[in-house]
């Protein structure tokens, strides 16, 4: 499976369930970067040399930096999210969903609420 590089605002608690899941996740803090306010374009950059998906909240920067280059392992961008165990599942779940990401862009979307 794809490894991953949590940016700085990644939620840490699914860094946990993710790693229990088996994934290999990076995060910024880990980098030494943490409280830094790492640019994203060095957290691009850092993850464009590790050969790792970003993990990231910040869609806008990210959509950004992709539109300008997409020789990357991948992006996948959320909404915000207090439930870190089930965003941990859904990155988890589309990991295991092809071997590769490279150049994409991948939103992980909540699901739906069932009607009333």
Do not use: C, W
Not at 50 to 74: E, Q, S
Request: charged share 25%.
């Amino acid at each position: 499976m794809p490894m991953l590089l949590a940016d700085e605002n990644f939620s840490f608690p699914a860094v946990v369930v993710l790693r229990q899941l088996g994934d290999d996740v990076l995060t910024i803090a880990e980098l030494g970067k943490a409280g830094q306010k790492f640019p994203d374009e060095d957290v691009f950059a850092r993850a464009v040399e590790l050969r790792r998906v970003i993990l990231t909240f910040n869609r806008k920067h990210f959509y950004k930096l992709h539109r300008m280059n997409t020789n990357h392992a991948g992006i996948f961008m959320y909404r915000e999210d207090k439930n870190a165990e089930a965003l941990a599942h859904r990155i988890h779940e589309k990991l295991a969903s092809q071997p590769d990401f490279s150049g994409q862009l991948v939103r992980i979307n909540r699901p739906n609420p069932e009607p009333s």
